[in-house]
């Protein structure tokens, strides 16, 4: 396969005030694009053309850092638009919110472990929810990693690069994982891929 750049799920100013227009023209029309041309030119002559981004993934993780920091960078931003939605934030689908609490105390506490684990990442990097042997998981990755190369399936994820905030929160990383949570989750979106992974 080679990669592409999708289209945005919704309008460039859709995510206002808690993401603005001149972010998600900067962080998908050229970080994200250039993901995927730098992508594109590695997968070549890589010995894993023809396989899955899942397995491209896994595949380049710790051999081949090039094709790994863009194909892994694809992949987190391919879901990262659908994490987020306009009105998002709000009730979390039933059996989802009933599985984080059962895993991590209460709904209160996930957003709590997910906003440390966020402003806790050193430098670059992200912050998950992620199904592992059957539970819900809090985590946190450097650069383009994810759950996906360390055993378990992500269900969401948060970028903590500056690129994904800068623009609009300066250094206030705390108050653009806060308002990720509260206002721009799909949740619908992470309880699909839950149903998938559980
Ligand atoms: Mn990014």
Redesign the pocket.
């Known amino acids: 396969m080679s990669f592409s750049l999708p289209d945005l799920p919704y309008a460039h100013d859709a995510l206002a005030p808690y993401m603005s227009k001149e972010t998600l023209e900067y962080?998908h029309d050229k970080?994200h694009l250039a993901y995927v041309n730098n992508g594109n030119n590695l997968l070549k002559g890589s010995g894993l053309e023809g396989k899955s981004l899942e397995e491209i993934v896994k595949g380049s993780f710790g051999k081949n850092a090039g094709l790994f920091n863009n194909a892994g960078?694809h992949y987190n931003?391919l879901h990262f638009w659908k994490w987020m939605k306009p009105n998002g934030g709000g009730k979390i689908p039933g059996e989802l919110e009933k599985q984080i609490a059962a895993d991590l105390g209460s709904i209160d506490k996930m957003k709590e472990e997910f906003i440390q684990a966020g402003v806790t990442q050193f430098g670059s990097g992200w912050c998950w929810l992620a199904v592992k042997d059957g539970k819900i998981i809090v985590s946190k990755t450097p650069n383009g990693e994810s759950p996906l190369v360390h055993g378990a399936t992500p269900i969401l994820g948060c970028?903590v690069?500056e690129?994904?905030y800068y623009i609009d929160y300066r250094n206030r990383r705390p108050d653009y994982l806060k308002a990720f949570v509260e206002n721009l989750v799909n949740w619908d979106y992470v309880a699909e891929l839950y149903a998938k992974a559980k």
């Open positions: 962080h970080h960078q931003h970028d690069w690129h994904s």
